[in-house]
Structure formats: structure tokens, C-alpha cells
């Protein structure tokens, strides 16, 4: 198990709980943005990557999907960037697949 994986799932027990579909903003200054996202084996990966997103400043909602590898973010454009949205996913261990 790589060591990101394994902070991942530590993180996760411990909080309970790719291409770019869409992007777009909002009347609030809030962004949606929706992709694929490679590396979910089961339901809790779904729903630790919400929980661990949700902690990001500037997340608004987050909602994830397994099987389906999905995983939609609205977040305030103003505190937070789509780059940095992914390089949190990939730093949990998962990876948002090319062209995202």
C-alpha cells in the first residue's frame, strides 16, 4: 500500500464519515466542477475524499461516487482554485484522470 493511501484511509477512520465533466460559476461567485477520478476500490473512498475535501477552505459541497469514479465540488472561486482541488485529490491518493 503506498503511503499516501495509507495516510488516506488513516485519515478517513479517524474523520468518519479525468476528464472535466463541468465547470461553471455560479450568481454567488461559487464554481461547480465535476471529474473523473481514478483509484476509488470501494464506497468509503467515495466518502472519504468528500469528508477530506469538505475540510478544504473555500468547499462548499462535495459529492462523490463509487463505482462511478465521480466526484462533483462546488467551492468559492475566491478562497480556492480548481488546481488546487486536484492536487489535494491527488495528494490523498487518488488521481484526476488526464484531460481534467
Not at 5 to 20: D, M, N, P, Y
Not at 22 to 31: D, I, M, R, S, W
Not at 36 to 63: D, I, N, S, W
Amino acid at each position: 500500500m503506498n503511503v499516501f493511501r495509507r495516510r488516506f484511509l488513516q485519515t478517513v477512520g479517524f474523520s468518519t464519515s479525468a476528464a472535466v465533466l463541468t465547470a461553471k460559476p455560479n450568481n454567488e461567485g461559487k464554481q461547480t466542477v465535476a471529474w473523473r477520478v481514478a483509484g476509488f476500490t470501494c464506497v468509503t473512498c467515495a466518502v472519504g475524499l468528500e469528508t477530506l475535501l469538505k475540510r478544504q477552505p473555500g468547499v462548499v459541497e462535495v459529492h462523490a461516487k463509487y463505482p462511478e469514479g465521480t466526484v462533483r465540488i462546488e467551492y468559492d472561486a475566491a478562497k480556492l482554485s480548481a488546481r488546487e482541488l486536484k492536487e489535494a485529490i491527488e495528494e490523498m491518493g487518488f488521481r484526476v484522470e488526464p484531460g481534467a
